[in-house]
C-alpha cells in the first residue's frame, strides 16, 4: 500500500513539473517574440515613438546594398500606407508638397524630406527566392510605398512582416512577389508617420 501512495505521489509531483515547465516555456516564447517585434531599444518603446524620433532614424545610412537610389529633387510625386492604414499622397506643385487629398492642408516641408529619406535610399541585406511571398506578409493587400519620378515612372515598394528575432522587414519591388528583399527594418518606420505629423503647426 505504501508503494502504491508512494508512486501515486510521484507521479502527481511529475505531472506538476511538466504543467510548470510548459508554463515557463510559454513564458520564455511570448516574451522573446515581443521582444524581438520591438524595433527600438529597451529605453523606447513602441509607444514612445515620436515623429521626432523617426526623423532621427531617417538620417542614419541604412545596412546592406543599395536597391533603389533617387535624388529627393527627382520625386515628383510618392504615396505610402500610415500608421492608421491610409494611403497618403503627396505631389510636388511649384516647388512645395500638396497633400492631394486635401490641398488646404499646410505640409510640413521639413517634416516631408525625412519621410522622404526613407524612400530615397533603399537597401537590403539578404534576397530570398523561390518562396511563397505570403509566407513573409507580402500580398497585393499589404502596406505599399510609390515613388514618382519626373518621367511619371513609378517604383513600388510592399512591405511585408517584420522578424520576430532580428527587427528585419521584408518587402518587394514593383509586385514581384517572386523575389523577396530583407531591409534592416528601417524602411517600415515612414509607416509609423501620420498624416497629423506632416501638417505644419502655425
Same mark, same amino acid.
Given at each position: 500500500?505504501?508503494?502504491?501512495?508512494?508512486?501515486?505521489?510521484?507521479?502527481?509531483?511529475?505531472?506538476?513539473?511538466?504543467?510548470?515547465?510548459?508554463?515557463?516555456?510559454?513564458?520564455?516564447?511570448?516574451?522573446?517574440?515581443?521582444?524581438?517585434?520591438?524595433?527600438?531599444?529597451?529605453?523606447?518603446?513602441?509607444?514612445?515613438?515620436?515623429?521626432?524620433?523617426?526623423?532621427?532614424?531617417?538620417?542614419?545610412?541604412?545596412?546592406?546594398?543599395?536597391?533603389?537610389?533617387?535624388?529627393?529633387?527627382? @520625386?515628383? !510625386?510618392?504615396?505610402? =500606407? %500610415?500608421?492608421?492604414?491610409?494611403?497618403?499622397? $503627396?505631389?510636388?506643385?511649384d516647388d512645395q508638397w *500638396?497633400?492631394?487629398?486635401?490641398?488646404?492642408?499646410?505640409?510640413?516641408?521639413?517634416?516631408?524630406?525625412?519621410?522622404?529619406?526613407?524612400?530615397?535610399?533603399?537597401?537590403?541585406?539578404?534576397?530570398?527566392?523561390?518562396?511563397?511571398?505570403?509566407?513573409?506578409?507580402?500580398?497585393?493587400?499589404?502596406?505599399?510605398?510609390?515613388?514618382?519620378?519626373?518621367?511619371?515612372?513609378?517604383? @513600388?515598394? !510592399?512591405?511585408?512582416? =517584420? %522578424?520576430?528575432?532580428?527587427?528585419?522587414?521584408? $518587402?518587394?519591388?514593383?509586385?514581384?512577389?517572386? *523575389?523577396?528583399?530583407?531591409?534592416?527594418?528601417?524602411?517600415?518606420?515612414?509607416?509609423?508617420?501620420?498624416?497629423?505629423?506632416?501638417?505644419?503647426?502655425?
Amino acid at each position: 500500500m505504501k508503494n502504491i501512495i508512494n508512486s501515486k505521489n510521484i507521479k502527481i509531483v511529475l505531472l506538476i513539473l511538466v504543467v510548470v515547465l510548459l508554463a515557463l516555456l510559454f513564458i520564455f516564447t511570448f516574451n522573446k517574440k515581443h521582444i524581438g517585434n520591438k524595433k527600438w531599444s529597451s529605453s523606447k518603446s513602441i509607444e514612445a515613438v515620436t515623429p521626432e524620433d523617426l526623423d532621427e532614424e531617417s538620417v542614419i545610412e541604412d545596412e546592406g546594398e543599395i536597391i533603389f537610389l533617387i535624388p529627393q529633387e527627382e @520625386i515628383y !510625386s510618392f504615396y505610402f =500606407t %500610415d500608421n492608421n492604414g491610409i494611403l497618403l499622397k $503627396f505631389e510636388r506643385k511649384d516647388d512645395q508638397w *500638396v497633400y492631394t487629398d486635401d490641398e488646404s492642408l499646410d505640409i510640413n516641408e521639413d517634416r516631408i524630406d525625412k519621410v522622404l529619406n526613407y524612400f530615397t535610399d533603399i537597401r537590403f541585406t539578404d534576397v530570398i527566392a523561390g518562396e511563397n511571398a505570403e509566407d513573409y506578409g507580402i500580398t497585393k493587400d499589404s502596406p505599399q510605398y510609390y515613388v514618382y519620378d519626373a518621367a511619371g515612372y513609378a517604383t @513600388i515598394i !510592399s512591405i511585408g512582416d =517584420t %522578424d520576430a528575432d532580428t527587427g528585419s522587414v521584408y $518587402f518587394a519591388l514593383n509586385n514581384d512577389f517572386s *523575389v523577396i528583399y530583407v531591409n534592416s527594418g528601417k524602411l517600415k518606420n515612414v509607416s509609423q508617420y501620420g498624416i497629423e505629423d506632416l501638417i505644419a503647426l502655425n
